[in-house]
């Protein structure tokens, strides 16, 4: 069983920076692949970057340039580094891992609210 716990969300103006965490309970953080979503008031989940258990990175095109995804096994943390916020990056962010084996096992955090003010 993982829990996970998203930090770091807030206010922020247009053009700045946040910096998500996402803390992983749990001894098999450094298997999960991990991902970060988003979902917008009216709108649907969807994913905004994910890192492999082997570190290779994926974006969706809306955040490409702009946000950095990262892992650190050794602390059981993903971070998302967000720069360049738009007003349409408004949205709770998710964090989520999930465990293939000989099933599939798929967990998620709280959420975490970033506004961006134009």
């Known amino acids: 069983q993982v829990q996970l716990e998203e930090s770091g969300g807030g206010l922020v103006q247009a053009g700045g920076s946040l910096r998500l965490a996402c803390l992983a309970f749990?001894?098999?953080?450094?298997?999960?692949?991990m991902g970060w979503y988003r979902q917008a008031p009216g709108k649907q989940r969807e994913l905004v970057a994910r890192v492999t258990s082997g570190g290779r990175t994926d974006y969706a095109d809306s955040v490409k340039g702009r946000f950095t995804i990262s892992r650190d096994n050794a602390r059981n943390m993903m971070y998302l580094q967000m720069n360049s916020l738009k007003p349409e990056d408004t949205a709770v962010y998710y964090c989520?891992?999930?465990?293939?084996?000989?099933?599939?096992?798929?967990?998620w955090g709280q959420g975490t609210q970033v506004t961006v003010s134009s």
């Open positions: 749990g001894d098999t953080f450094r298997l999960l692949a």
């Open positions: 989520n891992g999930v465990l293939i084996t000989t099933q599939v096992y798929e967990y």
